[in-house]
C-alpha cells in the first residue's frame, strides 16, 4: 500500500521515508526542550516544540533530517524550533552526511515569539548555506497541507533542490495574509484554482522553482529525494549566474501576466486549463520544453 | 489564554514494558500524548497540560475510565491538549498505550 505523505504527521513521514527503524531522534520529545515564549504567554506547548530531528539512512545513505509539524501552530518556527534545524545543518557541516532532508510544513515565522522566531528563521537560511558550502546538499520537501510559506519560503529556495508533489503549496505571503493586505478582489484566498495555479505544486515546477514534482506517496518521494542526492549539488559561479538570467529572463517574459494562466500559456501550454485535471505522470511528460527550466 | 494543569494518580496497575512513544499533534481540537517507563511502584501517573480551563471534573472521569480499560502501572503519561473532546482525548490515550507497548515487545 502507498502511503501519503499530505496525511501523514511530520513522524510518520519520518518513518514512512527512511530506511526501516534507521531513524535516530536528538532531542526527542522526552527532552522536553520547549518553547519559553509560549510558556510565558499560557500557551500550550508541544514537547518537541514543532519539529522532529535526528539522523537515519535511504537506501542505506547517512541521512540528517527535520521535519516541521504542520499541525502544531501551522508548523511556525519559534527559537526552540528554529535552533534545532540550525542544529541539524551545523551537525551536517561537521559530520558531512549524505544529505540533509528538511521536510517543511510551514507558514513562516512563529509571531507569538516576534523577533526570536525571526532571528531563528534568518538562522536557518544562513545553517542551510553553511551546509551547501561545506558541500552536503541540501534536499527540501514540500507536499503537506499547510505549504510552505514566509521566511521559511525563502530558506527553501536556498536549498540545493525542492520536491514538491501537486498538493504542495510554496510562496512568500501566504494566500491570506495577500487578501488581508491587498483585499478580496486582488486575491480571493478562497479560490483554491487561483491559490493553486498561484503558490502550487505545478505551477512552480513550470516556473523552475521546484525540481521534481512527484505524484503523493511516500515512494514516490523517496526516489526523487534519491535522485536529487545523486544529482548532487551545483552552486558554481557558472551555475549561479545560469540562474540570475533565467530571474532576469522570468520577469521580462512574465512580467505582464496577471494569472498562472497567462504563464503557462506564454510557456506554449495550448490548453492551460487541462493542466490542472492532469495526473502527475502526465503532467510531467507534456511539461518537458514547457518550463523554464529544461527537465 | 491561559493553562490549567492536572494531575491524576492511579495505583495497583500491572507494570507495564514499553518504549517512550508520542502520539498526536498539538493542535486545535486535537492532543499529544507522552507515554513513558517510570518506577512508580505500579502507580499510572497522568499530567495534563490543556488550553481549556475548568473541565478538570471531566478529564478526571476521562482518566479513570482510562485507567479502567488498561490497568497498566509503572508509566508517566503526559498530556498537552489542545481542546480536544472526551472521545478524542480517550482514543489517543488508547493509541498511546497500544504503541508504547507494541515497540516494547
Redesign the interface.
Known amino acids: 500500500m502507498s502511503r501519503s505523505y499530505y496525511e501523514s ?1 511530520a ?1 510518520a513521514r519520518i518513518a514512512g521515508l527512511l530506511d526501516a527503524n534507521s531513524f535516530h531522534e536528538w532531542l ?3 527532552a522536553r526542550v520547549t518553547s519559553p515564549h509560549l510558556a510565558t ?8 516544540d ?1 519539529v522532529v530531528i535526528g539522523q537515519g539512512s535511504i537506501a542505506g545513505k547517512n541521512i540528517f533530517i527535520a521535519a516541521q ?1 504542520g ?2 501552530m501551522g508548523g511556525a518556527v519559534g527559537e526552540v524550533h528554529g535552533a534545532k534545524i540550525v542544529g541539524v545543518l551545523e551537525r551536517a557541516v561537521r559530520d558531512h552526511p549524505a544529505a540533509v532532508l528538511l521536510l517543511l510544513e510551514t507558514g513562516g515565522v512563529r509571531l507569538q515569539e516576534a523577533n526570536a522566531g525571526l532571528i531563528a528563521v534568518s538562522e536557518v537560511m544562513r545553517a542551510i548555506l553553511s551546509a551547501r558550502a561545506a558541500g552536503v546538499p541540501v534536499v527540501v520537501v514540500i507536499g503537506g497541507q499547510y505549504g510552505c510559506f514566509g521566511g521559511m519560503g525563502i530558506a527553501a529556495r536556498c536549498a540545493s533542490a525542492i520536491i514538491m508533489s501537486e498538493e504542495g503549496r510554496l510562496g512568500l505571503s501566504g494566500p491570506e495574509v495577500i487578501e488581508t493586505a491587498r483585499g478580496v478582489e486582488e486575491y480571493d484566498a478562497r479560490d483554491r484554482a487561483l491559490v493553486w495555479r498561484t503558490v502550487g505544486g505545478k505551477h512552480r515546477y513550470l516556473i523552475g522553482e521546484c525540481d521534481a514534482i512527484v505524484p503523493d506517496s511516500m515512494e514516490a518521494f523517496q526516489q526523487a529525494i534519491m535522485t536529487c542526492i545523486e544529482n548532487g549539488d551545483d552552486w558554481s559561479l557558472e551555475a549561479l549566474k545560469q540562474e540570475h538570467q533565467l530571474l532576469n529572463e522570468r520577469v521580462k517574459r512574465f512580467g505582464t501576466c496577471k494569472d498562472g494562466r497567462d504563464i503557462w500559456r506564454e510557456l506554449g501550454w495550448a490548453d492551460p486549463i487541462s493542466i490542472a485535471m492532469m495526473d502527475n505522470d502526465e503532467f510531467v511528460k507534456a511539461a518537458q520544453g514547457h518550463r523554464t527550466k529544461n527537465n | 489564554m491561559t493553562i490549567e494543569n492536572l494531575k491524576y494518580r492511579f495505583d495497583g496497575g500491572k507494570p507495564t514494558q514499553g518504549v517512550t512513544t508520542i502520539v498526536g499533534v498539538l493542535g486545535s481540537g486535537n492532543l499529544e500524548v507522552m507515554v513513558e517507563p517510570a518506577a512508580l511502584g505500579g502507580a499510572c501517573e497522568i499530567e495534563v497540560s490543556t488550553a481549556a480551563q475548568g473541565f478538570g471534573k471531566t478529564w478526571q472521569a476521562v482518566m479513570k475510565d482510562f485507567f479502567a480499560r488498561h490497568r497498566v502501572g509503572d508509566i508517566r503519561i503526559s498530556v498537552n491538549d489542545a481542546g480536544a473532546t472526551p472521545a478524542i482525548v480517550s482514543l489517543r490515550l488508547d493509541q498511546a498505550i497500544e504503541t508504547y507497548k507494541g515497540k516494547g515487545k
Open positions: 504527521n513522524r526527542p520529545a522526552e504567554l499560557e500557551q500550550p506547548a508541544a514537547f518537541d514543532g509539524e499541525g502544531f
